[in-house]
């Protein structure tokens, strides 16, 4: 099989960082045509930066790299520095990089990409907040039956919320974006934080990323250290949840994950539960069902992976 054509839609953020690493680790099963950069955990131009940085620490850098949408659809922009530090990225000691960002619009890139090639050959993996994603969609409507699938990190069930008592980030910065993707009609993988909670770097995991010897594993164990004094504070977890990597973790090995095809809403009304992901699992409403929501990681499979492909970088 030919290796799956896919553009990356992030705000890094360490998770990110991890998670564009494993993609250009896999390239006998991901390519990678380009990475959008989106407001998200960081504001844009320390996005668009980390992800340059991420391209040279990988020696990838002909991936080109585009800035997006500097702030969400119709709100102001909310960042994390909480979580990932004053860059987004903070932890290792990385370079600025050399590398530039690619003339012209994310959007536009995205755009183009879904016209310039076959019709379900292209698909879309979204890190942050939607925004990107949305305004291509309601730019160029023609676009959206050409998408392969939309494999994304975003939204909760049972783990409810990170960033409210009832929303995940991501969806939380830009619902009016979610929503026009959730009802894209296309098929939506989701990576929610009901997965991702389950996939935490506990300490053996850092190990053995910091035991590689190489840039890219001390790199990566230096950003979950970092990462993980956050979640360790309020969770009281063994350690970071990597929740990024689960998308390009899916597009390699689909079987460590599982979860249920059902309806997923988003709300954009209420000022209470903003952004929360209404997922029907129980499957209670006649709403058509137009989302695979992953419920569950084989943990001990995904870190394999995961530090075998960092190895090849
Ligand atoms: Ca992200």
Redesign the pocket.
Known sequence: MPPRKIIID????Q??AV?ILLALASPQEIEVLGITAVA??VPLDLTSKNARIVCELAGHTEVPVYAGCDRPLKRALVTAEHVHGKTGLDGPDLPDPQMQLTDGHAVDFIIDTLRAHEPGTVTLCP??PLTNIATAFTKAPDIVDRVQEIVL?GGAYFEVGNITPTAE??IHVDPEAADIVFKSGRPIVVMPLDVTHKALVTKPRNDAFRALGTKVGIAVAEMTDFFERFDKEKYGSQGAPL??PCVTAYLIKPELFSGRFVNVEIETQSELTMGMTVADWWRVTDRKPNATFIGDVDADGFFTLLTERLARL
């Open positions: 992030t705000d890094p953020g998770d990110d998670a998200g955990n890190l942050g990190m980030f991501n929740h990024d």
